[in-house]
């Protein structure tokens, strides 16, 4: 069955520091995959996707994501945090096949110190 | 940019009433999706429909759940007899679907459904 796993529930990282929230998942074929961002009393917001070609892909908000095959792993990251972006992080993937749900992880919590 | 509309942003019902949770997709979009979050958790698959009916359904979606698309714009998700544990952001989508699956995937705001 297919899952995803985001191994940290909640991360605190300084405003101006680099940023890597991880994601893992599980899937017998190359999945796509979602990073979605949540802020508070707002819906789901796609950042970027990866469906196949360049393993490195740019998103919304200067993020970025890289696939690894070797390591089932979608990782985000922000070289330079900002205050605006503390919210809520959800990595999801779905397989290729018409009208197919996402399936999410459980999220991780980012928030910016100053 | 194109969104999706959610109505109401909160409601809240006794248990065992019956509510209905509407949203207005992207218009000329074909797949519709319905996903709910409780509070603390991860959000999950409901519903997906097109062409007029159910193409996929979550175990959570039993027969107190049902989803409609009463005319060519909305697209609505009822709980035929409310119980605690259905409270939860509701969340719509719909899916321009030009590409690959979920590629144009739109999410809406969410309608928080509290069940007293």
């Known amino acids: 069955a297919q899952s995803v796993t985001q191994p940290d529930i909640h991360i605190t990282v300084s405003e101006g520091a680099s940023l890597e929230l991880r994601c893992n998942y599980s899937?017998?074929?190359?999945?796509?995959l979602f990073w979605y961002v949540q802020s508070p009393g707002q819906g789901l917001q796609l950042l970027l996707k990866?469906?196949?070609?360049?393993?490195l892909v740019q998103g919304i908000k200067g993020f970025e994501a890289e696939f690894k095959r070797s390591q089932s792993s979608f990782n985000l990251r922000k070289p330079s945090v900002h205050w605006s972006d503390a919210a809520e992080y959800f990595c999801?993937?779905?397989?290729?096949?018409?009208?197919?749900?996402?399936?999410f992880g459980k999220g991780t919590t980012l928030s910016v110190s100053s | 940019e194109p969104e999706v509309t959610q109505t109401p942003s909160h409601q809240v019902t006794q248990m065992g009433q019956e509510v209905i949770l509407r949203c207005v997709p992207i218009?000329?979009?074909?797949?519709f999706y319905w996903y709910r979050q409780i509070l603390g958790q991860k959000v999950e698959f409901l519903v997906s429909?097109?062409?007029?009916?159910?193409?996929?359904k979550s175990e959570i979606f039993d027969d107190q759940f049902s989803v409609e698309r009463p005319d060519g714009s909305n697209f609505t998700l009822k709980i035929r007899s409310t119980k605690l544990e259905d409270s939860a952001m509701y969340f719509c989508?719909?899916?321009?679907?030009?590409?690959?699956?979920?590629?144009?995937?739109?999410f809406g705001s969410g309608t928080q459904l509290s069940v007293l």
């Open positions: 999801a993937v779905s397989p290729n096949q018409a009208g197919t749900a996402l399936i």
């Open positions: 899937y017998g074929a190359t999945p796509y």
């Open positions: 990866y469906f196949s070609g360049d393993t």
């Open positions: 218009s000329n979009h074909l797949y």
């Open positions: 429909f097109y062409n007029n009916e159910i193409s996929e």
């Open positions: 989508a719909s899916d321009g679907r030009q590409g690959p699956s979920n590629e144009k995937l739109f």
